[in-house]
Nanobody, 125 residues
């Protein structure tokens, strides 16, 4: 199991930016496909972005062109750069890991092996 801790959430105005970080322990992230999910109030958790250990990335249509997922294997960390934030992006953001190499365009929550506790992002109008 991988232990994951997200940081970087907060309150930002619409149009602003935030960078989320996910620090891992217990396993090298270089052996995992990593993803970000989010859950807005009253809604189901949804896929946001993923990156495998070849650096191949995939995004939900709702964030394409605005969000960028990246990884730093030396720091055993994954990041989510969020630009042009919209009130609809308000949610708890979760980092997740799936052991192995995958390059799917979409992941469900049940696909992932390990989860962080989440960090809250609030986008005001």
């Amino acid at each position: 199991q991988v232990q994951l801790v997200e940081t970087g959430g907060g309150l930002v105005q619409a149009g602003g930016s935030l960078r989320l970080s996910c620090a891992a322990s217990g396993r090298a992230l270089s052996t995992c496909t990593m993803a970000w999910f989010r859950q807005a109030p009253g809604k189901e958790r949804e896929f946001v972005a993923a990156i495998n250990f070849s650096g191949i990335t995939n995004y939900a249509d709702s964030v394409k062109g605005r969000f960028t997922i990246s990884r730093d294997n030396a720091k055993n960390s994954v990041y989510l750069q969020m630009n042009s934030l919209e009130p609809e992006d308000t949610a708890v953001y979760y980092c997740a890991a799936k052991v192995g190499y995958y390059s799917r365009t979409y992941y469900t929550g049940s696909d992932m092996d390990s989860w962080g506790k989440g960090t809250l992002v609030t986008v005001s109008t």
